[in-house]
């Protein structure tokens, strides 16, 4: 990811929902994005308003530029112009990213392991025109449990050193069945993150039931010639939960959410989608409601191809739509609002659990957690009490 470079395009304050007078013009924007036709050879009035070095800016921001410049690129000089630079730099960094999944391939095919490509990867090469408009910051595959010390071991002998984060330490990440993050020094985009799980995070382990033994039997082939079929990915409606489920409730619709909505929208256009069976899905794994407001979000701001289906077998009660909006809505991700450094984020959280159980248990455990999670956080025996007091004077578990 390029943050930062956002004010290097225009120094100007963006409005208050970016750089859009409005909900319907940002949505007319988006929605040529992801149609299956190019936009029109004219720009809409409605566009020709807007001021290039602010919409630009905002679209690297959002992780957007690379399909900008791909979609309205032809027909929008001055937008094609203000995006050149980040343009270039998203090839660069995607070739550097093929390369090292062509590494990954041959070395993890000589050491026996399937894996399966996660969210970025796995995208960019299947439902978007140009690999490089899908900008991602590592490389996620999901192996089974039995190969993740050959897998790991095979990505190390490519050059990559394993690094763990303080509040997210190896022994956690195991015990929850997280991942392992490896790096190379030589790159500091060159990160992959080794998983034992399709579904991390101590929410989903806590309030979800997520069949992934049924998601691993569904994978399907990655069709990608430079990868020569080395690779699998998620059955589509499978796809499209995790990608929700990941975008909700692993980064609380704050890190890159519009991009995640535009992936969502691609896949239902590139792939068949039965959306009767995500919906059904969805509910069986108590991720509804996630799913729900992911969608929702998509429908109104991009435009999902049939999947009003799904939202209305999934839409939640009128309490929790309302609960649901105060912190999250299209204005709210058109001005990139990011709950995740407040107490919002964990009422967020609260408000996607599916049953009223588990929300109680969720909020039981991230004051009182188990004594193998104190452990394992801590690398050392930790009271409860000591828990709680780290998280009411940092905000974090």
Known sequence: MRKGRETAVSGKPMTQIGPWPDVATARLFLRGMVAAVAPAAELPSSLRTLDV?????WLIQSELAGVAMGRYGPIWPELRHALQADHFTAVAEWELHAQTLRQLA??????????????????????????????????DLWVQEEEMAAAVTAVVALGFIPYEKADRPLALQKLGRGEVRLYRADWVQGLVEVHWSAYTGWWLRRTANVDQLAIWARKERLAADMLEG???????????????THTAV??????KALQALLDVALVAQART?????????????????????????????????????????LRPSPWRRWLLHRFASPQSLLAAH???????????????????QDMAHLIWRTLWPEKEWLAARYGRPVSRWCHVWHFLRRREV
């Open 106 to 139: 041959a070395a993890l095919q000589q050491a026996g392991v399937t894996a399966v490509l996660l969210k970025g990867a796995a995208l960019a090469l299947t439902v978007y025109a140009q690999p490089s408009w899908r900008t991602m910051s590592d490389i």
């Open 338 to 356: 990011d709950v995740r450094e407040s107490w919002q984020r964990y009422l967020l959280l609260l408000s996607l659990v599916d049953r009223p």
């Open 250 to 255: 692993n980064h609380q619709l704050g890190m």
């Open 53 to 57: 070095s602010e919409l630009a800016a």
């Open 230 to 244: 080395t690779f699998y990915q998620m059955a589509p409606e499978d796809m499209v939960i995790h990608l929700a």
């Open 273 to 313: 989608v039965q959306w009767r069976v995500v919906a059904q899905r969805a509910k069986a794994w108590r991720v509804a409601t996630a799913l729900y407001l992911v969608l929702s979000l998509g429908q109104q701001l991009v435009g999902i191809d049939g999947v009003e289906e799904a939202l209305r077998a």
